[in-house]
């Protein structure tokens, strides 16, 4: 069983940066492929990057946005830079054991964080 819990979300104006992070319990933290979701107002879920052997982006996030993992402290992280209104979303950490070679799906992930809001103005 693993517990993912996130932060950093919050309000920021359009050019700017946050940085969340989502802390995983559990053991073998570095065999899990480990994805940030995000869920805009009224849409549906979507996939943003992921990070296993390899990082993975969404399109519509390459350049502006980083994902990271420090396995030592069982976190991965998101940098998002330059930020747009249509990033604004509740954003969501998941976990699932082994590694990726695409950005999975909502449905392939096993674990998820409660998410965290961010509020992109313009």
């Known amino acids: 069983q693993v517990q993912l819990v996130e932060s950093g979300g919050g309000l920021v104006q359009a050019g700017g940066s946050l940085r969340l992070s989502c802390v995983a319990s559990g053991r073998a933290f570095s065999a899990y492929t480990m994805g940030w979701f995000r869920q805009p107002p009224g849409k549906e879920r979507e996939a943003v990057a992921a990070i296993s052997w390899r990082t993975l982006y969404a399109d519509s996030v390459k350049g502006r946005f980083t994902i990271s993992r420090d396995n030592d402290k069982n976190t991965v992280y998101l940098q998002m830079n330059s930020l747009i209104p249509e990033d604004t979303a509740v954003y969501y950490c998941?976990?699932?054991?082994?590694?990726?070679?695409?950005?999975?799906?909502?449905?392939?992930?096993?674990?998820w964080g409660q998410g965290t809001q961010v509020t992109v103005s313009s």
């Open positions: 998941a976990a699932d054991f082994g590694f990726a070679s695409r950005l999975k799906t909502v449905a392939e992930y096993d674990y």
